[in-house]
């Protein structure tokens, strides 16, 4: 369940820009990625551990998958 820090518009939006901090980097554009994610930061200075727990469970769902698939 969300919390209302959550639910705030500033978390919202910080969230966003690091999800598109993480594209960025997939696409190789570390400085883009960098700038994003301190944007990101100065909204919300949460936003990175929460992107790291959500990255951890992302993760931990992968391995369970390719767990399944190598029986």
Same mark, same amino acid.
Do not use: F, N
């Given at each position: 369940? $969300? ?9 919202? %939006? /910080?969230? &966003? @820009?690091? #999800?598109? $901090? ?9 400085? %883009? /990625?960098? &700038? @994003?994610? #301190?944007? $990101? ?15 951890? #469970? ?14």
């Amino acid at each position: 369940m $969300a919390t209302r820090h959550e639910d705030s518009p500033e978390h919202k %939006k /910080a969230h &966003d @820009l690091a #999800e598109q $901090a993480l594209d960025k980097a997939a696409d190789g554009d570390a400085r %883009k /990625a960098r &700038d @994003l994610i #301190e944007e $990101a930061k100065s909204i919300d200075p949460k936003i990175g551990e929460e992107m790291s727990r959500e990255a951890a #469970e992302e993760q931990r769902q992968a391995d369970k998958y390719v767990k399944k698939t190598d029986k």
